[in-house]
């Protein structure tokens, strides 16, 4: 079984995503994610091993290519959807016996902007890093995060933004979580915000790379759920 953990584990890394996928193209003809996923667990791996030994292996390896620029975010789309294929497996029987996760991200792009992109690519990252994820979409007020905070106690919330124009709904949404929720951690990215924004907002942490805010998630002591 390890052997087939460290194959699903190159599925990811390299974006396989079922036997009928031809990409990569070295993998073509070969199984994927979706049947390796469904092998381990017919052979008795249990869902927690799966995600910890294949996945989370495979999408540090992809987290870390990215962040050096050896791969790029058609790549890092590739691995995700092999993820997604593989947890489709996962969910149900996480769901049904309430298996720990390493604690639960809220994420979405703020007020005022409509771009997801690269806040898919944090929260395919996160996820296939062994968290819960709650993505709320585009568009996003600090009700709504307040909102999601109240159902999801503990959370860590993650803000993005693309343009200059929604960066002051970011201040504004910081603030208000910190005011209603002052003990709620926030992270902050997107390519007109940095550190030094970040301090000014009195956001907790900025990450300009996905494999920058997993690390910062898993230095925090989080209460499993």
Known sequence: MNEILKKLAEC????????KSPYPPNMKGQEG????????????????????????????????KFRDNKVFVPQVLMSAKAMDAAMEHLKPIFAATGSKRKGTFIIGTVQGDLHDIGKNLVGMMVEGNGYKVIDLGTDVS???????????????????????TTMTNMEKITVEIKKAKPDTLITIGGAPVNNQFREKIGADN???????????LNNLALSPL
């Open 142 to 164: 600090s009700e709504k995060f307040i909102e999601a905070l109240n159902e999801n106690p503990g959370a860590v919330i993650g803000l993005s933004a693309l343009l200059t």
């Open 33 to 64: 994610a979706d049947e390796l996923t469904k092998q381990l667990l017919d052979g008795g791996v249990s869902a927690e091993d799966v995600l910890s030994e294949g996945l989370i292996v495979g999408m540090n390896k992809v987290g870390k």
């Open 12 to 19: 990811i890394e390299f974006g396989k995503i079922n036997l």
């Open 206 to 216: 900025y990450s300009p790379d996905p494999q920058g805010l997993v690390e910062y």
